[in-house]
């Protein structure tokens, strides 16, 4: 299958400072990139879709000045928490899709953010 | 809107037992669905995926899992069950094809005894 991967694998910050997160697909062009945040023993949370070239598109509730998101080029997005906070430390996942109907997303090995 | 279920939040199965992990799934057309593992700290792995056509899919693994529409199910299973299998699992629906957003269920934790 195809390859996402993500950097830093774990990221330790101090409250109120910003983080970035990379999202890239090593081996196909990613037309739409997914950001999903899980809490402990919970499920995938969608934050945002981010089409390549375009706006992020944030689910209801997600702040899209605290989480922005770009997605550059169609192998690379980033998620910048800014202003951390404790109750933003979570397991941040983000999955790349290439773009046809039958294609899966893929998703990348995750980021734990710890804010203390 | 669509959902997805997943009933049991942990099982334990011992090793060489065959496992079935249930997921019901609400939509009102024809969904894509996906299984998904997810090992401690790790991002997701794909078991398998039902578009269409043939409503018994295989997997890597050795998973394979039935769409049943008249039940709204997409159960997982495995004959039998090797201690590596131990992780969450995960069910998840989608619209239209892989680019649209999945909707996932609550998880399924699977402990394996040796």
């Known amino acids: 299958g195809a390859v996402v991967s993500q950097h830093p694998s774990r990221v330790i910050c101090k409250s109120g400072t910003s983080v970035k997160i990379e999202c890239r697909s090593l081996d196909f062009q990613a037309t739409t990139m997914f950001w999903y945040r899980q809490f402990p023993k919970q499920s995938l949370m969608l934050m945002a879709t981010?089409?390549?070239?375009?706006?992020?598109?944030?689910e209801q509730g997600v702040e899209k000045d605290k989480f922005l998101i770009n997605h550059a080029s169609l192998t690379l997005s980033t998620l910048t928490v800014t202003s951390a906070h404790p109750e933003d430390s979570s397991f941040y996942i983000c999955s790349a899709w290439g773009g046809t109907s039958t294609d899966t997303q893929y998703f990348g090995p995750g980021t734990r953010l710890t804010v203390l | 809107a669509q959902s997805v279920t997943q009933p049991d939040i942990h099982i334990t199965v011992s090793e060489g037992a065959s496992l079935e992990l249930r997921c019901n799934y609400s939509y009102g057309a024809t969904p894509y669905l996906f299984w998904y593992v997810q090992s401690p700290g790790q991002g997701l792995q794909l078991l398998l995926k039902y578009f269409s056509g043939d409503t018994l899919v295989q997997g890597i693994k050795g998973f394979e899992a039935e769409f049943k529409r008249s039940q709204s199910s997409f159960n997982l299973r495995k004959p039998s069950v090797h201690w590596s299998d131990a992780a969450e699992y995960f069910c998840?629906?989608?619209?239209?094809?892989?680019?649209?957003?999945?909707?996932f269920g609550t998880g399924t934790q699977l402990k394996v005894e040796l």
């Open positions: 981010s089409n390549e070239g375009s706006k992020a598109t944030y």
């Open positions: 998840a629906l989608g619209l239209a094809g892989g680019g649209n957003k999945l909707t």
